[in-house]
């Protein structure tokens, strides 16, 4: 069981200082991570005093079972209904919004039926604590990890030529819930030959051929938290291109992983792993960020490129450069990690030492 109730007073305590007297929080994610709430429909409003999980009645019984840390009310047809009395009753009439998520329309609504309210909107108050797991949390991520690892031991079998993208990444999906996942944690990548090349890619009805290489990026949720590793392998023997390029993405992510530590700012673990590529003439063939935030979303803060407030302990990343040879093949590796103190540690534990000849 997770600490609801103290990630909602750690969420409190924010309020005065993000200018509101409450906030409504409407991200389904951090609905979840504030009350142990999954579906498709929920609220918290959290005040300096309480928290009030909303929702309709498909989810009453539901939220029975799931919700702690926070009273439960069931609206029959409007968020707003419920919200409004409690509203009233309170002493602070700025109340935050989530405008990462709410939309205008819903807020122009929200605006419209509540006079004499004042929407503020605010920005990352949860996502920000979220950034931080608890050891709960890691160990759904390990778990994760551990299945995602598994399957990928397993699949190797069945990446033969004459096997489809569709197919394997089928059989990645299966193998993961059957192992005891929730279910993916995003649509497994399975990209052969040229369109192992296609950063997001999607899996096609394209066979494997000899030579191809083939790019698997997949993972699953455990406890609603995620896991997402990438392998690449060829189909026969490499050729000296396929093999250079697979060194020089793995001297650039074992770079990465050395320049994680606590305290670190994103974009410097970001130029470190760069650093490796560029230097092999490769930089063009390595046009996205160097990894995520990984939690109860598949993409959380910080992104590696972008984010500039520093690493800080028990958050977990992904280290994941590639180089992309359009019309030819991509190479990817990507591992999860824990930030630490000093260093981190690597959940991931698929072998990646050497391209892997099938
Ligand atoms: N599968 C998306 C990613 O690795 O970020
Ligand atoms: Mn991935
Ligand atoms: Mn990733």
Redesign the pocket.
């Known amino acids: 069981m997770m600490d609801h109730l103290g990630r909602l007073e750690k969420l409190r305590a924010k309020l005065d200082d993000a200018g509101v007297d409450s906030l409504l929080v409407t991200n389904l994610t951090n609905v979840r991570y504030l009350t142990g709430f999954s579906g498709t429909n929920g609220q918290v409003l959290v005040t300096t005093s309480d928290a009030v999980f909303l929702t309709d009645p498909r989810y009453e019984a539901r939220a029975g079972d799931l919700v702690s840390g926070a009273d439960v009310a069931i609206y029959p047809t409007r968020l707003v209904d419920a919200l409004k009395p409690r509203l009233d009753a309170a002493t602070g009439r700025r109340v935050g919004v989530e405008s990462a998520t709410m939309t205008l329309a819903q807020r122009d609504d929200l605006a419209d039926r509540l006079p004499g309210v004042e929407l503020v909107p605010v920005e990352g108050l949860v996502e920000d604590l979220r950034r931080t797991k608890e050891p709960g949390e890691i160990d759904a991520i390990r778990a994760a990890v551990e299945i995602a690892d598994d399957a990928y031991t397993w699949v190797i079998d069945r990446l033969v030529p004459g096997a489809t993208e569709r197919e394997v990444a089928l059989d990645l999906e299966v193998r993961m819930r059957l192992a005891g996942a929730d279910n993916v944690s995003?649509d497994p990548?399975v990209g052969s030959g040229p369109l192992s090349a296609h950063i997001?890619h999607t899996p096609s009805d394209r066979a494997f051929d000899k030579g191809d290489l083939v790019l698997l990026?997949f993972?699953c949720r455990v406890d609603g938290y995620c896991s997402?590793m990438?392998r690449t392998v060829v189909l026969g023997p490499a050729s000296d291109e396929q093999r250079e390029t697979y060194e020089t993405v793995l001297r650039a992510q074992l770079a990465g992983i050395a320049a994680v530590s606590a305290g670190t700012p994103p974009p410097d673990v970001d130029a470190a792993a760069r650093a490796v590529i560029d230097a092999a003439g490769r930089g063009a063939g390595f046009p996205h960020g160097l990894g995520?935030g990984v939690g109860l979303d598949?993409?959380e803060t910080p992104a590696m490129r972008l984010t500039t407030d520093p690493l800080v302990a028990a958050e977990v990343i992904?280290i994941?450069p590639g180089i992309y040879n359009v019309g030819d093949g991509g190479v990817r590796i990507?591992d999860m990690v824990v930030v630490a103190d000093s260093g981190c540690d690597v959940l991931t534990g698929s072998p990646k030492d050497t391209l892997l000849e099938l």
């Open positions: 995003f990548i997001h990026d993972g997402d990438t995520h598949i993409h992904t994941e990507e």
